[in-house]
T-cell receptor
Framework: GENVEQHPSTLSVQEGDSAVIKCTYS??????FPWYKQELGKRPQLIID?????GEKKDQRIAVTLNKTAKHFSLHITETQPEDSAVYFC?????????FGAGTRLFVKA | GAVVSQHPSRVICKSGTSVKIECRSL??????MFWYRQFPKQSLMLMAT?????????EQGVEKDKFLINHASLTLSTLTVTSAHPEDSSFYIC????????????FGQGTRLTVV
């Protein structure tokens, strides 16, 4: 079945450094790749997304890249801040069915 | 973005009882809704796809007789956890998809179920 793998499971960075989270997906029909940030006890919040016809997208300190041939996509956070600390989930969507990665717990140390 | 409302946000129930969770799309019609379960420190696991006017499609390993899903209208899907047990304690969250070019999933607030 469909699968999304996400790495690393835990990431600790110093404030101001960059953080990179990588995901791979198996379903070639996936055409939409959202990234979610989830704070403790709260629902996931969409932070950025990318569609299969685009290779890269940037929104201020956050960027995503997509390599559809290799079925890889990545989240890049630059100039990290303590409030970026949360769990980040990548996801792959095909026909509205969204499959999530296992999540990455990001710690940003002040 | 679109708004999905989920109720209740927290519920505590006794073992053996049933609990109903509602998921409503407030400003759009959702022919398809999804139910996820999230155990502590784990990812969201898709339980089932709820289709308006037809039976839900359950993922492998999810008991359809235990997790009853009803999608009676274009704005409401319900998940009923029947004969709840402590191992059913989890964070349940729904999402609704909007048709068209945008296939973004909009999430409800989630329901934290505790079975005692």
């Amino acid at each position: 079945g469909e699968n999304v793998e996400q790495h690393p499971s835990t990431l600790s960075v110093q404030e101001g450094d960059s953080a990179v989270i990588k995901c791979t997906y198996s379903d070639s029909a996936s055409n939409y790749f959202p990234w979610y940030k989830q704070e403790l006890g709260k629902r996931p919040q969409l932070i950025i997304d990318i569609r299969s016809n685009v290779g890269e997208k940037k929104d201020q300190r956050i960027a995503v890249t997509l390599n559809k041939t290799a079925k890889h996509f990545s989240l890049h956070i630059t100039e990290t801040q303590p409030e970026d600390s949360a769990v980040y989930f990548c996801a792959a969507t095909g026909g509205f069915k969204t499959i999530f990665g296992a999540g990455t717990r990001l710690f940003v140390k002040a | 973005g679109a708004v999905v409302s989920q109720h209740p946000s927290r519920v505590i129930c006794k073992s053996g009882t049933s609990v109903k969770i509602e998921c409503r799309s407030l400003d759009f019609q959702a022919t398809t809704m999804f139910w996820y379960r999230q155990f502590p420190k784990q990812s969201l696991m898709l339980m089932a796809t709820s289709n308006e006017g037809s039976k839900a499609t359950y993922e492998q390993g999810v008991e359809k007789d235990k997790f009853l899903i009803n999608h009676a209208s274009l704005t409401l899907s319900t998940l009923t956890v029947t004969s709840a047990h402590p191992e059913d304690s989890s964070f349940y969250i729904c999402s609704a998809g909007a048709w068209g070019e945008d296939t973004e999933a909009f999430f409800g607030q989630g329901t934290r179920l505790t079975v005692v």
